[in-house]
């Protein structure tokens, strides 16, 4: 009876493993496709409000929600109260609000890129420099989802059968 019990458990784990697998896939694709959103909006603010940056990231701060909305609001209090290079204050906040999730490097870039796209003056040239970050966030999402259609069943049959194996194996 122990070793049906170890058994049924080291199967149940090895499931619960490739399902936290699954499930990191899925919070980096949804992650994904908010940096498309505030992107979007960014585009919105700039080119139709004719916002500031601060502004238009007062405004986001407001809408989003974690792990965006509170650095947000941190590059807006410090670019209105102290001043001083937009391109760090943003890669500093933004790190510590990415810090804690799945995403990978490129992707992270991908969101720390923004500053780039702000050398111009005037509010349609920075609307034209976001759709170029857009189209590649676009095309992240879009693998992501290729990329999850064709592993999602994948690992979690492999969770599956490792367990089964392991439980073989260990009888």
């Given at each position: 009876?122990?070793?049906?019990?170890?058994?049924?458990?080291?199967?149940?784990?090895?499931?619960?493993?490739?399902?936290?697998v699954c499930r990191d896939m899925a919070?980096?694709?949804?992650?994904?496709?908010?940096?498309?959103?505030?992107?979007?909006?960014?585009?919105?603010?700039?080119?139709?409000?004719?916002?500031?940056?601060?502004?238009a990231l007062l405004h986001l701060s407001?809408?989003?929600?974690?792990?965006?909305?509170?650095?947000?609001?941190?590059?807006?209090?410090?670019?209105?109260?102290?001043?001083?290079?937009?391109?760090?204050?943003w890669h500093l906040h933004m790190e510590?609000?990415?810090?804690?999730?799945?995403?990978?490097?490129?992707?992270?870039?991908?969101?720390?890129?923004?500053?780039?796209?702000?050398?111009?003056?005037?509010?349609?040239?920075?609307?034209?420099?976001?759709?170029?970050?857009?189209?590649?966030?676009?095309?992240?999402?879009?693998?992501?989802?290729?990329?999850?259609?064709?592993?999602?069943?994948?690992?979690?049959?492999?969770?599956?059968?490792?367990?089964?194996?392991?439980?073989?194996?260990?009888?």
């Amino acid at each position: 009876m122990p070793k049906l019990a170890g058994c049924i458990l080291i199967i149940g784990g090895c499931i619960g493993f490739a399902g936290s697998v699954c499930r990191d896939m899925a919070e980096r694709l949804l992650l994904m496709k908010r940096i498309r959103n505030v992107y979007e909006n960014l585009k919105y603010y700039i080119a139709y409000q004719k916002a500031t940056i601060p502004e238009a990231l007062l405004h986001l701060s407001q809408e989003e929600g974690e792990p965006f909305a509170a650095a947000f609001g941190a590059v807006y209090n410090e670019c209105y109260g102290e001043g001083g290079d937009f391109s760090g204050i943003w890669h500093l906040h933004m790190e510590r609000a990415l810090s804690k999730t799945p995403l990978k490097d490129k992707e992270k870039e991908l969101f720390y890129a923004f500053p780039s796209c702000l050398g111009f003056m005037e509010e349609n040239a920075q609307a034209a420099a976001l759709d170029k970050l857009l189209r590649e966030v676009g095309h992240c999402v879009e693998a992501l989802e290729n990329e999850r259609k064709n592993k999602d069943r994948m690992v979690m049959s492999l969770g599956a059968a490792c367990g089964v194996l392991l439980s073989i194996l260990l009888l």
